[in-house]
């Protein structure tokens, strides 16, 4: 993640290389997500050719890759809060909202037939969708002062900060002995649950990993600006299961 701008990068071919140099013997595929749910992009040629030269095959999740991605940050209000109010008073779904954007994702199955959308001009399709998207975004915009303020400022964690230690195996971790603990008494503990911030969907901790304070601060602070994580015991994440101690 970019320290400026907090979007979600590709690694670079130097990082895979880097990796593959660190991996354990046992390591047998590189999954790469090319592009993020950002829409950000990297040389996936020489990210293979690095794969290539460690002997490991490379695979990659081009989910979003053959759609176009219109990136908005919110004036004055989070994205969960933008992406809350465009789906309830114009019926679009926001492809992702975080705490300072939204990003909407445009493909070309997008027609009238499977939306059920109608442009501004009576366009189908892609065009309308791109501009019933534009008219909410403006309508948004002049009722952004009327939108309440966060209740908790975000906390973002550093690109690094993220990264868990694996401490014990997962089969362990989420089938052994579990407790529920606070969420502000959780660093240090082995998680025994997945926890996934909704959108994207990508894990931030699986079983098996050992909490820090940077990442629970993120998913507590971040989930009362609206984020979901609906794979937690509890989803308002105010406790976190953990592995039981001995």
């Given at each position: 993640m ?7 990068h590709?690694?670079?071919a130097?990082?895979v290389?880097a ?5 354990p013997?046992?390591?047998r595929d ?6 993020t ?5 990297t040389d ?5 050719e690095a794969?290539h ?7 990659v ?9 219109s990136?908005?940050?919110?004036l004055g209000?989070s994205?969960y809060?933008?992406?809350d109010?465009?789906r ?11 705490h ?9 199955a ?6 059920g959308i109608?442009?501004i001009t ?5 065009t ?9 975004l403006?309508?948004?915009?002049d009722r952004a002062g ?6 908790v400022?975000?906390e973002?964690?550093d690109p ?16 052994g002995p ?5 969420w ?6 082995v998680?025994a ?7 994207p ?5 699986l079983?098996?990993e ?6 629970l601060?993120c998913?507590?602070?971040w989930?009362a ?5 609906p794979?937690?015991a509890?989803?308002t ?6 592995v039981?101690?001995?």
């Open positions: 970019g320290p400026r701008r907090h979007l979600a590709p690694p670079s130097a990082d290389a990796a593959l140099r660190r991996a013997p046992e390591a590189a999954l790469v997500t090319l592009p749910p950002y829409g950000t992009r996936l040629t020489r990210i293979a794969c030269e460690h002997g490991v095959p490379l695979s999740d081009e989910a979003g890759a053959p759609s176009r991605r990136t908005r940050t919110a209000i994205g809060q933008a992406a109010w465009i309830e008073h114009h019926r679009l779904n926001a492809h992702i909202a975080d300072r954007r939204i990003a909407a994702q445009l493909t070309h997008g027609t009238t037939d499977t939306t109608t442009g009576g366009t189908t399709g892609t309308g969708i791109t501009r019933a998207l534009i008219t909410a403006i309508e948004l915009a009327d939108f309440p303020l966060p209740s400022p975000v973002v964690p690094a900060e993220p990264r868990l230690e694996q401490a014990m195996s997962p089969r362990d971790a989420y089938f579990v407790e529920d603990v606070p502000n008494r959780a660093a240090g503990r998680t649950e997945t926890l996934t911030p909704c959108p969907g990508i894990p931030t901790a079983p098996g050992r909490l820090t304070a940077p990442v601060a998913l507590r602070t989930g600006a609206g984020m979901y994580v794979d937690a509890d989803t994440l105010a406790t976190v299961r953990v039981a101690l001995p």
